[in-house]
């Protein structure tokens, strides 16, 4: 997505200059297929990029491009669409969402939270979840806390009888039922915090973010306390678990383009 008002959303280039968000995915291999973390746009919103609404098109400008998409990446990698079993949400926002279509018979992991805000939204949330991104019916898996904890915060582990280590962590404000993902790698975790948080200096100490993207972000949530406090604790737990833990978001640039 390229909105203008670099300046302001990235601290860096013109007031009027684009800027660049991206949609970061993730794909796990693993014995029980392949695992999507996220799906970002998908080929239906490239074939018609009206369903998205003007006003998110006109204002994040989404660049789209249908060798971008997940399924498109997939095949480039040597896999097959259908080999994808499992997706895991950090939320059915737009951005987040559009790939779903791409993927008819995986099964789709969120919270039961995040679905029911999705499929019943309020005046303020029609903009953000497009029905169109659902109409194929999705094998939904809804998940809820269930009291298990991972560094102090609520976790939900997906497949549960597989080796891979891959959890639901809650992290609502941004949405009702927003989750991150977390993923064991080595003696390690991967943390994909999705739209917790916009710019990677937000988690570090001390915190910075420029002042389009904070106002972007207290825009865009539902629950401003419940945001600005998990924020909180991932920038704790950034700097309890450097090392450890490594987070990433979804639409932070810097992040994907360093490689890490
Ligand atoms: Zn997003």
């Known amino acids: 997505m390229c909105p203008r008002g670099a300046r302001l959303l990235s601290g860096e280039g013109g007031l009027l200059a684009a800027t660049r968000l991206v949609c970061h995915c993730l794909l796990i291999e693993g014995a029980e297929g392949l695992v999507l973390v996220d799906t970002g ?3 239906e919103d490239v074939r018609k990029p009206r369903q998205l609404g003007l006003a998110f098109t006109s204002l994040c ?10 399924i498109s990446q997939i095949r480039e990698l040597g896999f097959e669409p ?7 949400t950090t939320h ?6 559009g790939g779903l279509p791409d993927f008819p018979d995986a099964q789709v992991h969120l919270l039961g939270r995040e679905l029911e805000a999705a499929m019943h939204p309020g005046w303020r ?8 991104h659902w109409a194929h019916g999705p094998h939904w898996v809804e998940h809820a806390v269930d009291g298990d904890q991972w560094l102090g915060f609520d976790s939900v582990r997906i497949l549960p009888g597989s080796d891979a280590e891959i959890l639901l962590i809650p992290l609502p404000g941004h949405t009702l039922g927003h989750t991150g993902v977390a993923i064991r790698q080595g003696e390690g975790w991967l943390l994909h915090c999705g739209d917790a948080y916009f710019n990677h200096r ?3 100490t001390p915190p910075s973010c420029p002042p389009g993207l904070s106002l972007f972000e207290a825009l865009d949530q ?28 979804s639409h932070d640039a ?6 890490r």
């Open 125 to 132: 949330e029609r903009q953000r979840y497009v029905a169109a």
């Open 82 to 88: 259908g080999e994808v079993r499992h997706i895991l």
């Open 202 to 204: 937000e988690v570090q």
């Open 41 to 43: 746009f998908g080929l």
């Open 222 to 249: 539902v629950d401003g306390a419940a945001r600005r406090q998990n924020l909180e604790r991932l920038r704790e737990l950034a700097q309890r678990h450097a090392g450890e833990v490594q987070l990433i978001c």
């Open 254 to 259: 810097h992040t994907l383009a360093s490689g």
């Open 92 to 97: 059915l926002d737009l951005d987040h969402a």
């Open 61 to 70: 400008r989404p660049q789209l491009d249908a060798a971008e998409t997940a």
